[in-house]
C-alpha cells in the first residue's frame, strides 16, 4: 500500500491511493468515472486477504486462513474486494458465518443444519452485525441486491468504515477464541449508522429470523466433543456388563432382620436406610429411653432426635437386648465410642457369633487410644466379624434420600461387599477398603479438626484462614495416619478428605458447632449442658496428642484444639500461637 490509507483508487474517490491487488490499475485513473465503474469487481482472492488497509489488527496469515465469506462481512477491504460472494445456508438462507464466529475452525457444515452436511450457517451474532452495519438478512435463500452488493438498506452509497468494524486486538490476533465461544466485544463493537433506517433493519433481521433466536452453544471442538460422547458411553457399557456379573443371590433377599444398637440420629437414619431397601425387612431399634421406644412405634417418629421426620412402618423400636437381637443377621453398632465398651460387655453373651458387627461410630476411646476395631476385640475376647462404615453423610440428609457416598472397611473383602449390597441404593454409593486403620483414623481425627474450623468461623478470620486452617489440619491427620499403617489413598478419599471437607465446612456438624461457640466466647460446659446429642471431637482431642507423642509426630493444630478445650488457651491466644510459629518447608 503507498500514500495514506484510504479507500481504493480505483473508485476514483479524490485524495486516495489504490491498494495492492489493483495497483495494476494505477494508469486508469484519467479515464472518466463511467468507465471506471464499469470494472466488474473481482472475486476475492487469497492476494485479496493482504489487501486490507490496516494490519494492525488481523495478521495477514490468519487473514489467509479465512473463507471468501469472512472477507465480505468484517475485514478492512478496499470496496472492489469488498464485493460479497459469500453462499447461504440451504436450509434456512442465512449467510455464512464471519470470523467472529467459529474462526478457530473451516467447518463445511450448517451449525443448525449439520446433519445435512451444509456450510456454515450464521447465528444472532451475525445477524446483529448485519442490523448494525444497516444490512437486512432474509430467511429466504434469495436476499435483496442491496444485501449483495453490500450496502445499506436506506439507499446510500456508504459503505462499512473502519470504525464500523470490530477488530481483532493483539491478543486475539496471536491465538483464535477458546473453544470457538462468540465474543461479545464482535458485536457490541459494530457502529450501527444513525437513523430509523438501522432499527427498522434491526427489527426486521429479528422477526425475519426466528431459527436462530437460541442456538445450540458449541463449548468444544468436533474432535472434543467425540471423545466426551465416546468415553460417556464407555463408562455405560462398563456399568451394565460390571452390574450383569455380579447377578445372583442379593444378600437382602437373605435378610430378615436387622438390629441397630442405639437410637441417636445416625442410628436411626442408618436403620431407615436399611427398611426402606426392603419392605418386609425389619429393623430393630435398640434403645435405652422407654418413651422415645414409645414414640417409634406409635408415632413413627424419633420425637427427639429426628422430630420432623417420619419413619417406615417396618422400623421398630425396643428395650430388650433378647428382643432385638434375636433373629437379626445384622448388627449396626451406632452408639458413641466412650459408651461402646460398656455396652458390648454386657451383650457379649448374648450376640451370636455369626452375627457380624456394622460399625458406624467415629472416635477413640479415652483412656487407652483404642479404635473401634481394637475394642471390640479387647471386649468381646474374640475376633469377631467386623466393618467400619464411615464417610461424609449426615443423618437428616440420609433421611431425606439425598446423594450419600460412604466406605465400608473390613479386613474380609468378602464381608465388606455384603455390607456394600446391604445398604448401596440410588441414594447411597458405598465403596470397599481393607484399609480399616485409614478408614478409622480419618473418621476419628476429623472431629477434633471440625472444631478448629469451628472455631475460625466464630473468630470471624474469613475464608482465608479457613482454607489454610484445614490443609493444615488434612496433612498432620495424613501425619499420623500414615504412621500407624494407613494408604494415603484412604486418607485422600470418601472416608478421609469427603469427611473433613463435610464436617469442616457443613452446618450440621455436631464437632464444628461447638467450635463456633468456643470461637464466639462460650464456655465449654455451658455448651456440652446444652446440647443434646455427644461431640466426640471433644473427647478425642486430648488422645490424639497422646498419639502423636507414641509415633512421634507434630500436631500443631490438633494440639491447639486439645489446649484449648482444656482450658489453658482461649481461641484467639490459639489462632495467635499457631500463625507464630516458624515458616517451614511444605511437606
Not at 493482504?50 to 472477507?71: C, F, N, V, Y
Request: hydrophobic share 35%; proline share 5%; charged share 20%.
Amino acid at each position: 500500500m503507498i500514500g495514506e490509507p484510504g479507500a481504493c483508487q480505483h473508485l476514483r474517490s479524490p485524495g486516495t491511493v489504490s491498494c495492492g491487488s489493483h495497483r495494476r490499475s494505477r494508469n486508469r485513473l484519467s479515464t472518466p468515472p463511467q468507465a471506471a465503474r464499469s470494472v466488474q469487481p473481482r472475486r476475492p482472492t487469497k492476494s485479496h486477504a493482504t489487501a486490507q488497509l490496516s494490519l494492525k489488527d488481523i495478521g495477514a496469515k490468519q487473514q489467509e486462513r479465512l473463507p471468501s465469506a469472512d472477507r465480505t462481512t468484517s475485514a478492512k477491504y478496499c470496496s472492489t474486494s469488498y464485493s460479497p460472494h459469500s453462499e447461504e445456508c440451504a436450509s434456512c438462507g442465512g449467510p455464512l458465518t464471519g470470523k467472529a464466529l467459529l474462526w478457530w475452525s473451516k467447518l463445511d457444515r450448517c451449525q443448525q443444519h449439520r446433519s445435512s452436511r451444509l456450510r456454515q450457517c450464521c447465528s444472532p451474532t451475525a445477524h446483529s452485525m448485519a442490523a448494525g452495519a444497516g444490512r437486512t438478512l432474509s430467511p429466504t435463500n434469495k436476499r435483496s441486491n442491496s444485501v449483495k452488493a453490500g450496502r445499506p438498506t436506506d439507499g446510500s452509497n456508504k459503505l462499512l468504515r473502519d470504525s464500523d468494524i470490530p477488530s481483532l486486538s493483539d491478543e486475539d490476533s496471536d491465538q483464535p477464541p477458546e473453544a470457538g465461544i462468540i465474543s461479545e466485544a464482535s458485536v457490541t463493537h459494530v457502529q450501527a449508522p444513525s437513523g430509523n433506517a438501522a432499527s427498522k433493519a434491526a427489527a426486521s433481521a429479528s422477526q425475519a429470523s426466528p431459527a436462530y433466536a437460541s442456538p445450540r452453544t458449541v463449548l468444544y471442538p468436533a474432535k472434543e466433543q467425540g471423545n466426551i460422547k465416546d468415553s460417556w458411553q464407555t463408562l455405560m457399557r462398563w456399568s451394565k456388563v460390571f452390574k450383569k456379573d455380579q447377578n445372583g443371590v442379593h444378600v437382602l433377599d437373605k435378610t430378615d432382620k436387622v438390629v441397630v444398637f442405639g437410637g441417636g440420629s445416625f442410628g436411626t437414619a442408618m436403620g431407615v436406610a436399611l427398611a426402606r431397601q426392603k419392605s418386609t425387612l425389619n429393623v430393630s431399634l435398640l434403645l435405652r429411653d422407654a418413651y422415645i421406644c414409645r414414640d417409634i412405634n406409635s408415632l413413627h417418629t424419633n420425637t427427639r432426635y429426628l422430630p420432623d421426620l417420619m419413619l417406615p412402618t417396618n422400623v421398630t423400636a425396643t428395650t430388650s437386648v433378647a428382643e432385638a437381637i434375636a433373629g437379626a443377621r445384622y448388627a449396626v453398632h451406632a452408639l458413641p465410642v466412650q459408651h461402646s465398651r460398656a455396652f458390648l460387655t454386657s451383650i457379649k453373651d448374648i450376640l451370636p457369633h455369626d452375627v457380624p458387627i456394622i460399625s458406624v461410630s467415629k472416635g477413640l476411646e479415652v483412656g487407652t487410644g483404642k479404635m473401634m476395631s481394637e475394642l471390640v476385640v479387647d471386649v468381646l475376647g474374640r475376633k469377631h466379624p467386623c466393618v467400619f462404615m464411615s464417610g461424609p453423610s449426615f443423618a437428616k440428609e440420609v433421611m431425606t434420600l439425598q446423594p450419600t457416598g460412604v466406605v465400608a472397611a473390613s479386613k474380609d473383602p468378602k464381608l465388606a461387599r455384603e455390607v456394600q449390597q446391604l445398604f448401596a441404593s440410588p441414594y447411597m454409593r458405598v465403596n470397599t477398603t481393607t484399609d480399616v486403620t485409614g478408614v478409622e483414623i480419618c473418621g476419628a481425627l476429623k472431629n477434633v479438626l471440625a472444631i478448629a474450623a469451628g472455631i475460625v468461623e466464630g473468630l470471624d478470620l474469613g475464608h482465608n484462614a479457613m482454607a489454610a486452617l484445614v490443609a493444615q489440619g488434612c496433612a498432620e491427620i495424613r501425619w499420623l495416619a500414615e504412621k500407624m499403617g494407613a494408604k494415603s489413598s484412604t486418607v485422600s478419599g470418601l472416608s478421609g478428605l469427603g469427611d473433613i471437607m463435610l464436617t469442616c465446612y457443613g452446618s450440621l456438624s455436631r464437632n464444628r458447632t461447638v467450635g463456633v461457640r468456643l470461637g464466639a466466647g462460650e464456655s465449654l460446659h455451658d455448651i456440652l449442658s446444652s446440647s443434646r446429642q455427644v461431640a466426640e471431637g471433644v473427647s478425642t482431642a486430648g488422645v490424639v496428642v497422646t498419639l502423636a507423642r507414641k509415633y512421634r509426630v507434630n500436631l500443631p493444630v490438633l494440639t491447639a484444639v486439645a489446649q484449648v478445650l482444656n482450658g489453658h488457651l482461649n481461641a484467639k491466644e490459639a489462632v495467635y500461637e499457631i500463625m507464630n510459629l516458624p515458616q517451614i518447608e511444605e511437606r
